[in-house]
């Protein structure tokens, strides 16, 4: 039996250099203060209203918050509101902590218990499961199963906030790829996760691979790739 490649090194600097967390620290632009009020309007609402409620819309809340303190309140509120309907529970309340330091002790929100122990259960369930059935794959040797089974914890965990496990288990089913498309699907992944933790410098690695894998899936990709292995073989 032939024995699995070896984890990309470019893989295994990323695995070391993932926090997992969203960064909230604002950068240089927002070392101003931005103005919100009468002569310099700003709709928030209709604003955010253009994103999905997910993770990345947080990110822009509190951006947001960071740099305009008059809407601190209101788009903190709505961060704690979208936080809510994800499974993130570290990231519900880092979010709900900044809203509480922002509105002052008699107007913080308390944490709502029931629904992070409720999240918190479910999610081991899930990854009980997912784990289970990833065992079972390996031990079958079912390699399309395998793929799946690892892009499905990528997916849990990334849902979670843990963007290094993620990140194991999406490079990880790049040993069971079997067609360019998987390729470009566990490039596609991980790209995502790259943007998620702003780790910029990484996204055109995986940029070349994905764009690679979509050459080699064209008509006569793999003949030109060939060729332009061996010149000597058109002569």
Not at 23 to 35: D, E, F, Y
Not at 94 to 105: E, I
Not at 218 to 224: F, H, L, R, S
Request: proline content about 5%; glycine content about 4%.
């Amino acid at each position: 039996m032939a024995s699995n490649p070896a984890l990309d090194p470019e893989d295994t600097y990323m695995e070391d250099s993932f926090t997992g967390e969203i960064p909230t620290k604002p950068g240089k632009r927002a070392s101003s203060t931005v103005v919100v009020d009468e002569d310099h309007p700003f709709d928030l609402e209709a604003y955010i209203s253009n994103y999905d409620h997910d993770r990345s819309t947080v990110k822009r809340l509190l951006f947001i918050a960071s740099v305009c303190p008059s809407l601190a309140p209101q788009a903190l509120s709505k961060a704690v509101e979208y936080a809510l309907e994800g499974r993130d529970t570290t990231l519900y309340h880092s979010v709900l902590t900044s809203y509480n330091n922002v509105v002052g002790p008699q107007n913080a929100v308390p944490v709502n218990q029931e629904w992070v122990e409720t999240t918190a259960s479910k999610a081991q369930a899930e990854k009980d499961k997912l784990e289970v059935e990833l065992k079972m794959y390996t031990g079958n040797m079912i390699k399309e199963s395998i793929r799946m089974g690892h892009n499905e914890l990528g997916h849990f965990y990334r849902s979670h906030g843990d963007h290094a496990t993620a990140l194991r288990h999406y490079t990880k089913s790049r040993e069971f790829c079997t067609s360019s498309s998987h390729v470009v699907d566990m490039s596609l992944n991980i790209l995502e996760l790259l943007l998620e933790e702003q780790n910029y410098p990484h996204i055109s690695t995986y940029v070349f691979k994905a764009e690679a894998a979509l050459e080699a899936s064209a008509p006569g990709g793999d003949k030109k790739k060939q060729a332009g292995s061996n010149p000597d073989k058109e002569k």
